[in-house]
């Protein structure tokens, strides 16, 4: 099972999101740390909490934790361990097929902190964001599409 984390030692976060990937194999592969690695040592992302899915049937899922030393080989360590839960786990665990596998990422983008230390460093101060998903970004702009 996972970690407790021990939130004494946190710092604060900023907003955080979830990534669910599926995984083509049993093992995380190579191209899923590496790309990800790219992103922590870019500094856009902060990676907190990495745990994989197995979905057994339509109403069974398991958590299979990370191999630490798997983790650390690819250079990459987990900021805070423990933070995703079963429920979350169990919300994305409907998305995953049954038999298939999938990672759940939770990280903390870091380009928006870093953008606002930086503006905030002159006279500018940044007073709020406002993430959108995916889905409804991409319908505004089918719609501006359209009546173009």
């Known amino acids: 099972m ?3 984390v021990d939130v004494t030692s946190l710092q604060a ?3 955080v999101e979830f990534v669910a990937v599926r995984l083509a194999g049993d093992r995380l592969g190579p191209n899923l740390l590496e790309a990800l690695l790219r992103q922590v040592e870019a500094g856009t992302v902060r990676l907190l909490d990495f745990l994989v899915i197995e979905r057994l049937s339509l109403e069974e899922h398991r958590i299979v934790e990370v191999d630490r030393d798997e983790f650390a080989l690819a250079g990459l360590t987990l900021e805070t361990p423990g933070l ?10 409907a998305r995953v097929p049954p038999g298939a596998r999938a990672a759940l990422i939770l990280v903390e983008p870091t380009w928006v902190e870093r953008f606002a230390r930086d503006v ?3 006279e500018d101060r940044i007073l ?3 993430p959108i998903p995916a889905s409804i970004a991409n319908t505004i702009l089918a719609s ?5």
């Open 2 to 4: 996972a970690e407790v």
């Open 13 to 15: 976060l900023g907003d």
């Open 84 to 93: 995703v839960g079963e429920d979350d786990a169990r919300h994305f665990a």
């Open 120 to 122: 905030d460093r002159r």
């Open 128 to 130: 709020a964001t406002q």
């Open 144 to 148: 501006a599409l359209r009546q173009v």
